[in-house]
C-alpha cells in the first residue's frame, strides 16, 4: 500500500518569505512524483513534474527536488497569489496514482 | 487550447449510480485522461485513468463500483460509480494525463489539464 505523508499540514508564511513543504512517500519511488498547487473553489493546477521540472508557465520561484522517499516543494518569495493548498501526487505505478493529504501556505 | 468539461446530475439518491461525461474540446482524444475527486474540505483521490481505446485503471478501494467508457466520436469519456452512498458526495474533476512514449516507455508529466469540477451529492 502506498503511503503518502505531507508536512507540514499548515505553514503560516510572511509574503516575501520563503516556504518549504514536504512530501514523503513509501515504499520507495524514484523521481516519480508531481506537486499541485490548488485555490479555493478553483481546479488544481500542476506546478512540478519528475520531482523537479517545472510545468508550463510556472514561475521560477516554485522548484522541486528530492528523490526516493523524500521530496520537497520550495515556494521563495512567496506572493499573495501562492497562498493555497498545495499537493504532492506519486505516479510510481502510472497510470495509477496517489495524492498526499496536502499542505495549506497561509498568510502569517 | 484544449478544454474539458464535466457534466451530469448534481444530485444523485444513496444506492443509485453516478454517471458523469467529460467533453474534450481544443485537442484529439486519443490520449490517456483521469477522474479525480475530492470530498467537501478534503483533499485530493484519484478514481481512474482511461485510454482512449477504452483500457482503464481504478483506485482499488472502488475498482468494485467504478467503470469507464469513452465515445471517440463525441471527444467523450465517461465515468460511473454504483451504489453510491454519501462518502462519494465531493467535487468530481476530469484530467488530462500529459505523457509521451518511445522506445524507452512511458514518460509522465502530470495531470496537465482540469475541469473545472462538477459537484454531486449523495442524499435522499
Known amino acids: 500500500e502506498v503511503v503518502i505523508t505531507q508536512s507540514p499540514a499548515t505553514l503560516s508564511v510572511s509574503p516575501g518569505e520563503t516556504a518549504t513543504l514536504s512530501c514523503r512517500t513509501s515504499?520507495?519511488?524514484?523521481?516519480?512524483l508531481a506537486w499541485y498547487q490548488q485555490k479555493p473553489g478553483q481546479a488544481p493546477r500542476l506546478l512540478i513534474y519528475g520531482a523537479s521540472t517545472r510545468a508550463t508557465g510556472v514561475p521560477a520561484r516554485f522548484s522541486g527536488s528530492g528523490s526516493g522517499t523524500e521530496f520537497t516543494l520550495t515556494i521563495s518569495s512567496l506572493q499573495s497569489e501562492d497562498f493555497a493548498v498545495y499537493y504532492c501526487?506519486?505516479?510510481?505505478?502510472?497510470?495509477?496514482?496517489?495524492f498526499g493529504p496536502g499542505t495549506k501556505v497561509d498568510i502569517k | 487550447q484544449l478544454q474539458l468539461q464535466e457534466s451530469g446530475p448534481g444530485l444523485v439518491k444513496p444506492s443509485e449510480t453516478l454517471s458523469l461525461t467529460c467533453s474534450v474540446s481544443?485537442?484529439?482524444?486519443?490520449?490517456?485522461w483521469g477522474w479525480i475527486r475530492q470530498p467537501p474540505g478534503k483533499g485530493l483521490e484519484w478514481i481512474a485513468s482511461v485510454y482512449y481505446t477504452g483500457r482503464a485503471y481504478y483506485d482499488p478501494s472502488l475498482e468494485s463500483r467504478v467503470t469507464t467508457s469513452v465515445d471517440t466520436s463525441k471527444n467523450q469519456f465517461s465515468l460511473r460509480l454504483s451504489s453510491v452512498t454519501a462518502a462519494d458526495t465531493a467535487v468530481y474533476y476530469c484530467?488530462?494525463?500529459?505523457?509521451?512514449?518511445?522506445?524507452?516507455?512511458?514518460?509522465?508529466?502530470?495531470?496537465?489539464?482540469w475541469g473545472q469540477g462538477t459537484t454531486v451529492t449523495v442524499s435522499s
Open positions: 501526487q506519486q505516479y510510481n505505478n502510472w497510470p495509477l496514482f496517489t
Open positions: 481544443g485537442d484529439s482524444i486519443s490520449s490517456y
Open positions: 515504499p520507495t519511488f524514484s523521481s516519480n
Open positions: 484530467v488530462r494525463l500529459a505523457y509521451s512514449y518511445d522506445s524507452r516507455g512511458y514518460t509522465y508529466y502530470g495531470m496537465d489539464v
